[in-house]
């Protein structure tokens, strides 16, 4: 089965300050890989993800993620954090075939950003 | 547009007991899935239905039970509440889902957080 860790559980950054949030899975065969943020009160939503293509994928607020299959890595990244970042960051994977709507999550990471 | 909504937002119950928690899919959405998210955990998949059908089910005990209806809208069961059954329990919908690995987008709700005495 597979699984993702999170390395990080709580960051702290100051505004402007650079991210690099960890996730790496561990499954040997295709697998699409996704983050999910949760704003306070909000609802998780998405915030990026990667089927297939270029390994390197942007997503919404100037987020990016970069699919390094021999590390089996999905690192979550921004060159300039906001205070409006602050929120709880979740990495995950699904089979690329074979199963279905399975979503594994890894444990989230909060990160909190002080102006 | 409205999104995934789940009722109720909040219910305590005590051990014993069971209870249903209701989710009504974005319009046009004909998959949905439930997820469990413990405090300080991420979320653990426990059913998707797609359909009206199961398609898939995670690890979890027979006392989880769910059902989805001829509007897509879907209904989670928990028998025999444990205290270790409180949690936000998640459901999300998603376009696809007719064939294995065939994967869109989730939108999840808010969450119903049920705690057991």
């Known amino acids: 089965a597979q699984s993702v860790s999170q390395h990080n559980h709580h960051v702290i950054l100051s505004e402007a300050a650079s991210l690099e949030l960890g996730c790496n899975y561990s499954y040997g065969g295709t697998v699409n890989l996704f983050w999910y943020v949760q704003y306070p009160g909000q609802h998780l939503q998405l915030l990026l993800k990667?089927?297939?293509?270029?390994?390197l994928v942007k997503g919404i607020k100037g987020f990016e993620a970069e699919f390094i299959k021999s590390k089996f890595s999905f690192n979550l990244r921004k060159p300039s954090v906001q205070w409006s970042d602050t929120a709880e960051y979740f990495c995950?994977?699904?089979?690329?075939?074979?199963?279905?709507?399975?979503?594994?999550f890894g444990t989230g990471t909060k990160l909190q950003v002080i102006p | 547009d409205a999104g995934v909504t789940q009722s109720p937002t909040h219910l305590i119950k005590t051990r014993g007991q069971q209870v249903t928690l209701r989710c009504s899919p974005i319009s046009g959405h004909k998959s949905v899935s439930w997820y469990q998210q413990v405090l300080g955990q991420g979320p653990q998949f426990i059913f998707q239905?797609?359909?009206?059908?199961?398609?898939g089910r995670g690890n979890f005990p027979d006392r989880f039970s769910a059902r989805q209806f001829p509007n897509y809208s879907s209904e989670l069961n928990v028998n025999a509440l444990l205290l270790g059954d409180s949690a936000l329990y998640l459901c999300?919908?998603?376009?696809?889902?007719?064939?294995?690995?065939?994967?869109?987008?989730?939108?999840f709700g808010e969450g119903s957080r049920l705690t057991v005495l």
């Open positions: 999300a919908s998603s376009t696809r889902g007719r064939l294995a690995g065939d994967f869109g987008e989730l939108f």
């Open positions: 995950a994977v699904t089979l690329g075939s074979g199963g279905y709507q399975k979503v594994t």
């Open positions: 990667y089927f297939s293509g270029d390994p």
């Open positions: 239905y797609y359909e009206k059908e199961e398609r």
